[in-house]
C-alpha cells in the first residue's frame, strides 16, 4: 500500500511540474484549475478587488499586439484588450499566453458604436449583438486568466442616442447570469456628469466604471466625487498627453512631446491621479504597451516600432516596483531643427539644406547611435483610436549625420516632421519629432 501510495504522490509531483498550477491547458479539465472568483469589496471606507479571496491591485496596460512577457518582467499583474479576436491570436490563445505569464486580464468585448453606424434604435440588430457576445462569453468564461469584462470602448464618443446604455446594461446582466465569477465594466472616453447620470440610472449591473484620460487625468478623483460616483472604478487608458490637448503650429500641426516630456508627465499623472485615490481607484491600464500609428508612429505607444522601450517604460517599472530598472532609457535634453524647437513654427525653404540637433544625457553613459527619418505630416482624421496608415518616408531627405546632428534637404513643398531615434544598444530609445513647413 505504501509504494503504491508513494507511485501516486510520486505521479501528482511530476504532474505538478510539467504542467504547474498557473498553467492552462485549454480542454483539458483535469489540467485547468478552473475560473477565478473575482469580487469587489467595501471594507474600511474603500473598495478592494479581490482575486481568489486576495486583494489585486491593477497594476496594468493596455495590450493587444505587445509583448506579454515583457510586462510580466517589468511586475505588471494584468493587461487589457480591446475585443475578444484580434485578428493576429484568438482569445483563447491570449488567455493562455496571459496565463503563463501570470497575469490577469480583463478582456474586451467589441461593442457597436453609433459612430460607426451602429443604430441602437434597429432592436434585430441588438439583440444579434447580444447573442455573439453570449457565444463569446461561453467561450471564455472559465478561463483562470479571466479578471474582467470589459463591454465596449468610449461608446459616448461623438453619439447621441442614450438607448447603448440600455444595451451595455443588458450585456451585463447576460454575463452575470451565465458568469457568476466574473466582473463587468464599461470605459468611457473622459468624464462628464451626463454620462456618470446615464451610466448610474442605465447600468445598475455594471459592477466597475472605467475612465479613459489623458493630460486631465489628475482630474478625476475629484470629478468622480462631485459627479455623484460612488463605487469602485478604475482607468482604463492614460498615457502621453492627447494630440487634441497640446500645441499646435500655425498651419494646425499637433506638437508632440518628446520622450523625456512623456515620461516625466506619466509619474506625474499617475501619481495625482491614480495613486492618490485610495479609496475607489481600484488601478489601471496605462496606454500602450505597444506600438501604434496614431498621429505619429510614436505618440501613443510606449514602444518603438521596432520593439524598444522609450523612457516611459522605465516610469511604469518604477511606479510598480518602487525602484528603477538597473539600465535607463537616455534622456533628451534638447532638439532643434534650424536653430528653433518644435514650439517655433519651423518653416524652411525647398532649395536650402538645414541642420537638425539633439542633445541626449544617459544615466550609464552608454554609447548612443541614432536614426533619422523624415515623415509627411499624417492625413488621417480619425477618432477615438481608428486605424491609421503610417505616413510616407521622404526619401532622399536625410543629407548626412554624425552622432546627434543630421542635415536635411526636403525639395517639395508641403508639411513633414523631422524625427530622430536615441539608442542607448540596450533596447532603450529616446524619441522625438519636430514639425516643419516647405515653401
Not at 510539467?18 to 467595501?42: Q, T, Y
Not at 456618470?196 to 475629484?222: F, H, K, T, W
Request: with cysteine.
Amino acid at each position: 500500500m505504501r509504494q503504491i501510495i508513494f507511485l501516486v504522490c510520486f505521479c501528482v509531483f511530476f504532474a505538478c511540474k510539467e504542467n504547474p498550477a498557473n498553467k492552462h491547458i485549454a480542454g483539458d479539465p483535469e489540467l485547468n484549475p478552473g475560473p477565478a472568483k473575482v469580487e469587489i469589496r467595501f471594507k474600511d471606507g474603500k473598495y478592494v478587488l479581490l482575486v481568489n479571496k486576495e486583494p489585486f491591485y491593477i497594476k496594468g496596460a493596455g495590450l493587444e499586439f505587445g509583448d506579454v512577457s515583457s510586462l510580466a518582467n517589468h511586475n505588471g499583474n494584468s493587461f487589457r484588450t480591446w475585443q475578444t479576436e484580434n485578428g493576429q491570436k484568438t482569445a483563447v490563445e491570449v488567455l493562455d499566453e496571459a496565463q503563463e505569464n501570470g497575469l490577469m486580464v480583463t478582456m474586451g468585448i467589441d461593442v457597436g458604436r453609433e459612430r460607426h453606424g451602429f443604430d441602437y434604435n434597429d432592436e434585430s440588430a441588438v439583440n444579434a449583438q447580444l447573442e455573439r457576445i453570449r457565444k463569446e462569453v461561453l467561450k471564455l468564461k472559465d478561463h483562470p486568466a479571466l479578471l474582467i469584462w470589459g463591454i465596449g470602448n468610449e461608446l459616448n464618443l461623438n453619439y447621441k442616442n442614450p438607448k447603448v446604455w440600455d444595451a451595455v446594461n443588458e450585456i451585463s446582466r447576460m454575463i452575470h447570469n451565465l458568469d457568476p465569477n466574473h466582473l463587468t465594466t464599461t470605459s468611457l472616453s473622459g468624464i462628464s456628469q451626463k454620462e456618470i447620470n446615464y451610466i448610474i440610472d442605465r447600468c445598475p449591473d455594471i459592477d466597475i466604471l472605467s475612465i479613459q484620460m489623458y493630460g486631465e487625468l489628475p482630474a478625476v478623483p475629484d470629478l468622480i466625487r462631485e459627479y455623484g460616483w460612488n463605487g469602485p472604478y478604475m482607468i482604463t487608458e492614460w498615457g502621453a498627453t492627447g494630440h487634441w490637448e497640446v500645441p499646435k503650429t500655425e498651419w494646425g500641426a499637433p506638437i508632440e512631446e518628446h520622450s523625456s516630456l512623456k515620461a516625466a508627465n506619466y509619474l506625474k499623472r499617475y501619481k495625482k491621479g491614480i495613486e492618490a485615490d485610495t479609496l475607489q481607484c481600484i488601478g489601471s491600464y496605462v496606454f500602450l504597451w505597444g506600438n501604434k500609428q496614431e498621429r505619429t508612429p510614436t505618440w501613443y505607444g510606449i514602444f518603438l516600432e521596432n520593439g524598444q522601450e522609450t523612457e516611459s517604460v522605465d516610469v511604469m517599472h518604477y511606479i510598480w516596483n518602487g525602484e528603477w530598472p538597473d539600465n535607463r532609457t537616455p534622456q533628451i535634453v534638447s532638439f532643434t531643427l534650424d536653430g528653433k524647437t518644435a514650439y517655433d513654427n519651423v518653416i524652411l525653404q525647398a532649395d536650402n539644406s538645414y541642420n537638425a540637433e539633439i542633445k541626449i544625457v544617459d544615466f550609464e553613459d552608454d554609447a548612443i547611435s541614432y536614426t533619422w527619418e523624415v515623415l509627411r505630416e499624417s492625413t488621417e482624421t480619425k477618432e477615438g483610436g481608428d486605424y491609421e496608415e503610417r505616413p510616407a518616408e521622404v526619401e532622399g531627405a536625410i543629407i548626412s549625420s554624425k552622432d546627434g546632428t543630421v542635415k536635411i534637404q526636403v525639395q517639395e513643398k508641403g508639411i513633414y516632421r523631422l524625427f530622430v531615434y536615441a539608442d542607448d544598444g540596450n533596447n532603450h530609445s529616446a524619441t522625438a519629432n519636430i514639425p516643419f513647413m516647405v515653401n
